[in-house]
């Protein structure tokens, strides 16, 4: 409920999506202007993530950290990343 945008304008989402044989993390946010963001195509923005841990948690924390996007879950995101990157991980 919190993550979805009802409650609040502003969606966060950290997911993965598969193109073919390539897996990729992917974050989901709200578009920052309002004139795009009153179009339903337009609503969502959703940005790659990097899979090495380091980087990919550094963007992560740029994104909703220093751009003061939904601070409040940059803990619970950082969580889900690691879920979703552990996912990837196949048993041999």
Do not use: H, W
Not at 67 to 92: C, E, H, I, M, Q
């Amino acid at each position: 409920s919190k993550f979805s945008g009802i409650a609040s304008g502003r969606i966060c989402d950290i997911s993965s999506r598969k193109t073919g044989d390539r897996e990729t993390i992917v974050f989901t946010a709200s578009q920052k202007k309002a004139s795009r963001a009153s179009r339903p195509g337009a609503r969502v923005v959703t940005t790659g993530l990097k899979k090495q841990s380091k980087k990919g948690l550094a963007q992560i924390e740029k994104i909703m950290g220093a751009g003061f996007y939904r601070p409040d879950l940059l803990t619970l995101a950082k969580v889900k990343y690691n879920k979703v990157k552990a996912s990837f991980k196949k048993k041999k």
